[in-house]
């Protein structure tokens, strides 16, 4: 007779060890504080970058000159009368504006220039003396004037002639004077007259008054006195003998 298996079921299978699960933590990593300031210098030296290029309203901007207050012909241009003002950079090379106060040195209104108005090329002129001074152009011989070899901004001895002869009588007219231009004379169709054109910045109303009547009834002599220094003579005119007498020294 088969005995009987008393053995509960839930004994008969053998327990089966459980797996062993393997879990591995991956820790985050945070930046650290030294990181984190790295990264503000960079975009902080970025944006300063472009604002300098662009300007804060985000494109390239220009300083333009402007009146201060309102300007009438002929009076000098300095900071008293000039203020600038920024604009974008394209309109302000469009409008060929001058772009700084400095650029003015010596400049003059010919035109009225209300305040606020930007400071027009036509309206100045540019390129003189930073003193007041008369302006005066004269024609001379070219074999007077050392043969044309003058330039803008040097300076010259004036001296008329007057008369011929053991009578002629010479007197300098302007020590030191600015050479503002020097052009030819044109003579027609032909060109060239020989003579030279030379305006020429003088210091009082007396020089311009001997000026303009030498130009008139005199022989002209242009001397270049850009390298002279301070020696000037003691004489301002020469006449008959004495002239002679001088030159065969």
Avoid: C, W
């Avoid at 459980?18 to 210098?41: A, K, M």
């Avoid at 950079?89 to 606020?116: C, H, M, W, Y």
């Avoid at 309206?123 to 004269?138: D, Q």
């Amino acid at each position: 007779m088969r005995g009987f298996n008393t053995t509960p079921p839930e004994t008969q299978k053998e327990k089966q060890p459980s797996p062993t699960r393997r879990i591995s933590h991956l820790r985050s990593r945070r930046p650290n504080s030294r990181s984190i300031v790295g990264g503000l210098l960079v975009s902080a030296a970025a944006l300063a970058a472009f604002l300098a290029v662009t300007g804060a309203g985000g494109t390239a901007r220009q300083s333009i000159v402007i009146a201060r207050r309102p300007l009438v012909v002929g009076e000098r241009l300095d900071s008293s009368t000039l203020s600038t003002e920024t604009i974008e950079k394209n309109t302000a090379q469009e409008l060929r504006a001058f772009s700084s106060i400095d650029s003015l040195a010596g400049a003059v209104a010919i035109a009225p220039i209300g305040e606020g108005e930007l400071v027009q090329r036509s309206a100045v002129l540019t390129g003189g003396p930073t003193e007041p001074t008369r302006e005066f152009s004269f024609p001379v011989d070219r074999d007077r004037a050392l043969n044309g070899d003058l330039r803008s901004g040097e300076r010259v001895d004036v001296l008329a002639t007057y008369g011929s002869g053991t009578d002629a009588t010479t007197t300098v007219l302007a020590r030191d004077a600015d050479v503002i231009r020097v052009s030819d004379a044109k003579s027609g169709a032909l060109g060239s007259s020989g003579k030279l054109i030379i305006t020429l910045a003088l210091a009082s109303a007396d020089q311009l008054l001997d000026a303009v009547h030498a130009a008139q009834v005199a022989s002209i002599t242009v001397v270049r006195s850009t390298l002279a220094g301070d020696t000037t003579g003691t004489r301002s005119s020469t006449t008959g003998p004495l002239a002679r007498s001088s030159v065969a020294r």
